[in-house]
């Protein structure tokens, strides 16, 4: 679309704000006429429920949906000019998070009930919020920024769960209060927080000039006479100002700055002022428009207005990613290169055999031999379309390579009697002593714990020995626990290692991906139109929900090859939406039901047991050999389709083998104890750690994941003295550190 001159689609906005404004006024869930509310307005009287409809609850909460929309699209624009990233938004970045955990820490440890009150502590967390998101933002390309804000929201989000678990009363006007409405704002509350927003909105009409001087870069804004670090102060005081001000009014309400910033860069071009004045009418626009519609669509109830905006920013954010700006900066998170040494997954023995082509190349352009083994053995299969061809070469190239031996440095061959096996050392060391540090775990589980016993007298306990309740305490409940936790946690740690070796990217799992709210949906929609008493009860229909969710993943991105990024992003569209639903569920349930929906939403493995832990146990065993038997062929496709295709495999066969894999995988530790964040990054990349680069850690990584979900569930079990942690809110607080370590170790040049 080319871009318009600014005066006719300013119009065009006002016009079209002032009707929604109108149509505000008049509809509702009420039975109040539109007719009775215009006489009304003219200076007609009416009776008081009339009069309590119009200027209590209409005309305040069209006011609010005006002033909380406009400032969430400028501080939107605001952080995409700042961080020249299209995909910058409040929401995606965590400074929504961390406004909200702001406001919980200031109702359960001050009271806070007021307008005013919930804006001083929203402005705490979202200003530290926004300072991280800067602090990273130049160190970040596009899609990377997008994936460490994911990290800040789930530690923010683990943060804020924690406190709610712990605090019942919070917890029900928490899971209102986050769905982003607008009913029953009060005028008071919108006028507490005019102040901060008046202020951001000049600060952000003042930021123009900077701003499109510093699009061009620091040195030529310098030149032009700009600060550069002037500038991103005022903006970050700005954004901080208005993205509190809104939560503090109406929740987090996610996706409505990038939605602005998309339709005012798509509307005016590369202009940076009047792109702030017309976001800023967009997002009041967008907002006031899901309002009107959240009060018609479900009535004589509402829908949840975060969920009808994530319903229209989930597409807006794969439009956005897959855009040539998103695109040109998506390098860094895929590539077919062979990457330096310590990169985890992507390395594997080939790399030795591509440096010995490289090699080879190099002297045949020097005027050397010819080149033979390995190459002519490739091309002499290419040509024939005999694969042996290409295995052959491979392996004379490897036997005749410079500095090489017949076999890999860190094989051991065993040989007992006829039979013969390779076996690498540094892989079976890693797999032992991650073997050791799981059953490590499971003893610690099943002596720590709030109740007051020994370590002696607990393990007297598990064998017989001693009181009935020490008895009864530790081999019915902490020892099946210890095996639900076993087993979902290597479920997840294998799930991850495949998706991961899938999309050649360690930031692949299942939780980025939408396949985990997949199954979460599911299982929780089993729940409620059943009569079961708990929601894993419905276990088996996890992997269903995992697959659908692949599915649309896998379909809307166009798949996993050399466009992966896409399938990141994708995912995470799918993710924040699921979350929304979730939320919306939430809501929609009594207090009690709510809060057992809450904690298993989070991922927590209290009262789990065999009934569910030994159906999955036995899935898994027989998915681990599946998982081996295609490992030989996904090692080789971590570096591109054409060496996969040489070697004998086939790419889309493989693909959908190992993606039926992880998905199965995923559905099935959701089902034991719920979305257990962030396992399923970190285990594959702590057991590639220590096995090393060349192989797929397929042992190693069900067993690092299978001791950090006991551990994190002990955390959570002993941390807080009469109050329980769910597993899933211990590893998202820890999780989102670990993943933005993960992005900047994985920085390439």
């Known amino acids: ?75 939107g624009m605001l952080l995409q000019a700042v961080t020249r990233n299209p995909l910058a938004e409040t929401g995606l970045l965590g400074v929504n998070s961390g406004a909200a955990l702001g406001v919980v820490v200031g109702i359960v440890y001050a009271g806070a009930q007021t307008g005013g009150a919930y804006l001083v502590w929203a402005l705490g967390g979202a200003l530290l919020a926004t300072g991280v998101v800067l602090l990273i933002g130049s160190r970040f390309s596009p899609l990377k920024l997008v994936l460490a804000g994911a990290a800040l929201s789930a530690t923010l989000t683990g943060i804020t769960s924690a406190l709610l678990v712990a605090d019942p009363v919070t917890f029900d006007q ?5 769905l982003g409405s607008l009913a029953g704002v009060p005028l008071e509350r919108v006028l507490s927080v005019s102040p901060a927003i008046l202020t951001g909105l000049v600060m952000a009409a003042l930021a123009a000039r900077p701003l499109a001087a510093l699009s061009l870069g620091d040195d030529m804004a310098v030149a032009l006479g700009h600060r550069p670090g002037r500038t991103r102060v005022v903006v970050t005081v700005a954004v901080t100002l208005l993205s509190a001000a809104a939560v503090a009014v109406a929740g987090p309400i996610g996706f409505l700055g990038l939605l602005a910033g998309y339709l005012a860069r798509t509307l005016l071009g590369g202009r940076v ?38 319903i229209l920013g989930g597409p807006v954010l794969i439009v956005v990613a897959r855009s040539r700006a998103v695109a040109a900066g998506a390098g860094d998170l895929i590539s077919d290169r062979v990457p330096r040494r310590g990169a985890g997954l992507l390395r594997s023995p080939a790399e ?62 065993v040989r007992l009697g006829a039979l013969s096996v390779l076996l690498p050392v540094r892989s079976s060391f890693a797999v032992a002593a991650l073997a050791a540090l799981a059953a490590a775990a499971g003893v610690t589980a099943l002596v720590a714990g709030q109740s007051a016993m020994t370590a002696g007298q607990a393990l007297d306990a598990l064998r017989g020995i001693g009181a009935g309740g020490q008895i009864l305490l530790v081999q019915e409940i902490r020892l099946p626990r210890v095996v639900a936790g076993l087993v979902a946690g290597a479920a997840l740690g294998l799930s991850g290692c495949l998706t991961q070796a899938l999309a050649r990217n360690r930031l692949a799992t299942p939780d980025m991906l939408g396949i985990n709210q997949g199954a979460v949906i599911a299982i929780m929609l089993a729940g409620l139109f059943s009569s079961a008493q708990t929601l894993f009860e419905h276990w088996w229909t996890g992997p269903l929900g ?9 379909a809307i991105s166009g798949g996993v090859g050399t466009q992966g990024y896409r399938f990141i992003v994708t995912g995470l569209a799918v993710t924040t939406l699921a979350g929304a639903l979730t939320q919306s569920v939430l809501a929609w349930n009594g207090l009690s039901s709510a809060t057992a929906i809450h904690s298993w939403s989070v991922g927590s493995l209290a009262g789990r047991g065999y009934p569910v832990a030994l159906p999955v146990a036995a899935g898994l065993a027989l998915l681990l050999p599946a998982a081996l038997a295609v490992s030989r062929r996904l090692d080789v496709m971590r570096f591109s389709e054409d060496v996969g295709t040489g070697l004998g495999a086939n790419p889309r066969t493989t693909r959908l ?49 299978a001791a950090l979900v006991v551990a994190a569930d002990t955390i959570g079990r002993v941390i807080a003295s009469g109050a329980e942690i769910p597993a899933g809110v211990v590893t998202s607080v820890l999780g989102g550190p670990f993943l933005l370590w993960t992005l900047l170790s994985d920085r390439r040049s």
Do not use: N
Not at 174 to 178: A, E, H, L, Q
Not at 371 to 387: E, I, L
């Open 1 to 75: 679309m080319q871009p318009r001159a600014p005066l006719p689609v300013f119009a065009l906005c006002l016009t079209a704000l002032l009707g929604l404004a109108a149509v505000s006024v008049l509809t509702g869930a009420g039975r109040v006429a539109p007719e009775q509310v215009v006489d009304y307005l003219l200076g007609a009287r009416g009776d008081h429920h009339l009069e309590m409809v119009v200027t209590t609850l209409r005309l305040p909460r069209t006011l609010a949906a005006l002033v909380v929309g406009a400032a969430l699209g400028v501080s």
């Open 174 to 178: 928490y899971r209102f209060w986050v």
């Open 546 to 554: 995992a697959l659908a969710a692949a599915a649309v993943v896998f």
């Open 657 to 705: 083998a190992v993606l039926a894999l992880a998905v199965a995988l995923a559905g099935l530790a959701i089902g034991i104890g719920g979305p257990i964040a962030f396992v399923a990054l970190a285990a594959p990349v702590i057991a590639a750690r220590l096995s090393g680069p060349a192989r797929l850690p397929l042992v190693g990584a069900p067993l690092t994941g």
């Open 273 to 310: 002022g009047p792109q702030i004045v017309l976001s800023g009418l967009a997002g009041a626009l967008v907002l006031l428009g899901a309002d009107v519609l959240a009060r018609v669509v479900m009535r004589p109830y509402e829908a949840p207005v975060s969920l009808l905006i994530a």
């Open 352 to 413: 030795g055999l591509r440096r010995i082509l490289r090699r080879r190349a190099g002297a045949d352009r020097a005027g050397g031999p010819p080149a033979t083994g390995a190459r002519s053995g490739v091309r002499r299969g290419a040509r024939s379309g005999v694969r042996r061809g290409a295995r052959s070469g491979v392996r004379r190239g490897a036997r005749s390579g410079p500095g090489r031996g017949p076999l890999p440095s860190d094989v051991l061959p």
